[in-house]
């Protein structure tokens, strides 16, 4: 009696420290892993000429520099292109072989469901110093479109890999039926399978573009004085000047991917695409 | 969770796969991906090989590009390096996420999003923009810098940014995400009566999570370690921005071999041995996760 009229408050009182202490944890890891980011997006602000605190004063004339300073604007588009461009050729190629891999059990689709899978462990310098010497030999050299065959390779493991998680999950029930009901196998595929694993593949092509937009040490390789990707330029400026225009260019570049994943949060969701 | 399990068992009986069902694929939908990738992944990595064995000092000697990486203390350095780096980063990015991970997981709830959403902000800036972030906070003019002279704390700048140390803070802030993300992946999976049995038989919180979390979590971990150890490896963009260029790697070592002496041979062996040590990363990992989920 007494018991049963003790116990109940005093569990009430007692606070859950270890969540306290965990929460405190994650604060102080985003404030780390935030940080640094926000420190470039008010450099970017400056109206100083070198990086340094406090800041004189506020401007948009980094902004303006982004305009005038052509290598920023050409290597951006190029960058874009390449991005989008590598995506759509790893869909091509990516797409139809996952789907294949994700229902043969032979252990020739076994072995090709590693192949699709291999780039992502092959560190990005290697594979861009090999492919620069291979490249060189068959006459595409350092151009566009060694550029865009080099992230084509690394844009076919992120979209096979998020078709396959997609496709192995669902039953092959749906295309059944279409098939039991008179579709032809590119009806199936059109109009059962593409849908059914359309989130697979915009995931898989969202980490394609960010990585390709990132990828310095396979870009590095390939970039000639009319097409440069972002990341090369800006290195190559960083190394001459510390200026704040580098933190600029950042800012917007961030925009352009906060953007894209704020319509896909909006289109597809955000947490399905950290479930594959 | 018990959802989880049950589409997961419907997903796959064992009576339905000795019914001949509908395949959509067939084989050759596969043929112009594995040419690509034979013709742009496989030859191209498999001449290069073969160039560390056989070009400029290679052509007496086909190891000597390796004994001089292994043998020469300088090169041998680097070498070791190039691991320790690898490492520390890893235990590090393990040490700092699990907790957020569990977090995330166990507590979060409606902030759940919100911290997801501050963990996948970082992917989205360019590994350039981060390290940059970490010159302006810590030059001698920078952020830390001015606030801790202004709160009396250090007399006068410290040159911090040209210290080994701000390398592997630069890396653990670029890999630490991906740590994060892989362990709560596996997480998410555990069901959380296990715990609570756990608790509810007597086992403190240590204990329940030495014997039931944190082995349940273990194939996390491991994808999680191998993904920043390989990613770490072939990176070189944080060593050649920050720290003044002291902590030397691999990596860095064939940015500079290609951009500076055009020893091709030599490059091609240091990729090599990324490749390799790679390799061996991945192997391990399937290994171990499959070992793994045979037994649970």
Redesign the interface.
């Known amino acids: 009696m007494t018991a049963s009229h003790v116990n109940p408050p005093r569990r009430r009182r007692r606070p859950d420290y270890?969540?306290w202490g965990?929460?405190i944890?994650?604060v102080a890891?985003?404030t780390?892993?935030?940080?640094?980011?926000a420190?470039?997006v008010v450099?970017s602000f400056s109206s100083a000429t070198y990086?340094?605190?406090?800041m004189p004063g506020l401007s948009l004339r980094w902004y303006a520099r982004i305009f005038e300073y052509r290598p920023f604007i050409d290597s951006l588009i190029v960058s874009l292109q390449i991005a989008i461009g590598s995506a759509a050729l790893g869909i091509?190629?990516?797409v139809?072989?996952a789907?294949?891999?994700a229902?043969?059990k032979t252990s020739?689709?076994a072995l090709?469901g590693n192949?699709?899978l291999?780039?992502i462990?092959?560190?990005?310098?290697?594979?861009g110093?090999?492919?620069l010497?291979?490249l060189s030999a068959i006459g595409v050299g350092i151009s566009f479109a060694a550029l865009l065959?080099?992230h084509?390779?690394v844009a076919?493991p992120y979209i096979?890999r998020t078709v396959l998680a997609v496709y192995r999950?669902l039953?092959?029930d749906f295309?059944?039926a279409a098939?039991v009901l008179g579709a032809t196998?590119w009806q199936?595929?059109y109009h059962t399978?593409l849908p059914l694993v359309r989130p697979g593949i915009f995931a898989g092509s969202l980490f394609a573009v960010?990585i390709s937009?990132?990828n310095?040490?396979l870009s590095f390789?390939f970039g000639t004085a009319q097409s440069n990707t972002?990341?090369v330029v800006?290195?190559s400026y960083?190394q001459s000047q510390?200026d704040p225009s580098?933190?600029a260019i950042?800012?917007v570049?961030?925009l352009i991917?906060?953007t894209a994943?704020l319509v896909l949060n909006a289109t597809y969701g955000?947490?399905r695409l950290?479930?594959a | 969770m018990s959802m989880q399990t049950l589409t997961s068992l419907s997903?796959s009986p064992p009576a339905q796969s000795k019914r001949n069902?509908?395949?959509?694929?067939?084989?050759s939908?596969?043929l112009?991906?594995?040419l690509?990738?034979?013709a742009?992944?496989?030859?191209?990595?498999v001449?290069?090989a073969f160039?560390s064995v056989t070009l400029g000092e290679a052509a007496l000697n086909p190891w000597a590009y390796y004994e001089k990486l292994l043998l020469d203390s300088y090169y041998s350095g680097i070498f070791f390096t190039t691991f320790k780096v690898s490492l520390v980063t890893t235990l590090c990015t393990l040490v700092?996420?699990y907790?957020?991970a569990?977090?995330?997981v166990r507590?979060?709830g409606r902030w759940n999003?919100l911290?997801?959403?501050?963990?996948?902000?970082?992917?989205?800036?360019?590994?350039?923009?981060?390290t940059?972030?970490?010159?302006?906070?810590l030059?001698r003019?920078?952020?830390i810098n001015?606030w801790a002279t202004d709160l009396g704390i250090i007399s006068r700048p410290l040159d911090i940014l040209n210290d080994p140390l701000v390398v592997y803070i630069g890396l653990v802030?670029v890999m630490?995400?991906f740590m994060v993300?892989s362990i709560?992946?596996v997480l998410q999976g555990v069901d959380v009566r296990l715990e609570e049995s756990a608790r509810v038989l007597g086992a403190n919180?240590w204990r329940t999570f030495r014997h039931i979390t944190l082995p349940l979590s273990l194939d996390g971990i491991a994808t999680g370690c191998m993904l920043v150890f390989?990613i770490t490896?072939?990176?070189?963009?944080t060593m050649l921005?920050l720290g003044g260029g002291k902590v030397q790697t691999l990596?860095l070592l064939?940015?500079q071999q290609?951009n500076l002496t055009q020893d091709?041979g030599f490059?091609?062996a240091m990729?090599?041995v990324?490749?390799i040590s790679?390799?061996v990363?991945?192997a391990l990992q399937t290994r171990f996760v499959r070992r793994r989920g045979v037994k649970a």
């Open positions: 270890l969540a965990l929460g944890w994650v890891f985003m780390f892993l935030l940080f640094p980011i420190a470039v450099v990086i340094a605190f406090p091509l190629f990516g139809p072989a789907l294949w891999v229902r043969s020739a689709a090709i192949l699709l291999a780039p462990s092959v560190p990005a310098i290697v594979l110093f090999s492919l010497y291979l065959i080099s084509t390779v076919i096979s999950a039953p092959p295309e059944e098939s196998r199936t595929l399978t960010l937009l990132d310095l040490p390789f972002l990341p800006m290195l960083m510390f580098i933190a950042s800012t570049q961030m991917a906060v994943l955000i947490d950290t479930a | 997903a069902r509908f395949r959509l694929a067939t084989g939908w596969a112009p991906a594995v690509f990738l034979v742009f992944l496989i030859v191209p990595l001449a290069n160039r700092l996420g907790p957020v569990y977090f995330m507590y979060a999003a911290i997801l959403f501050c963990m996948i902000a970082p992917l989205l800036t360019s590994i350039i923009m981060r940059f972030g970490w010159r302006v906070l030059a003019r920078g952020l001015v802030h630490a995400p993300l709560t992946a919180r390989v490896n072939g990176s070189f963009l921005l990596s064939i940015y290609f091709v490059a091609a990729g090599n990324l490749l790679a390799m990363c991945v």
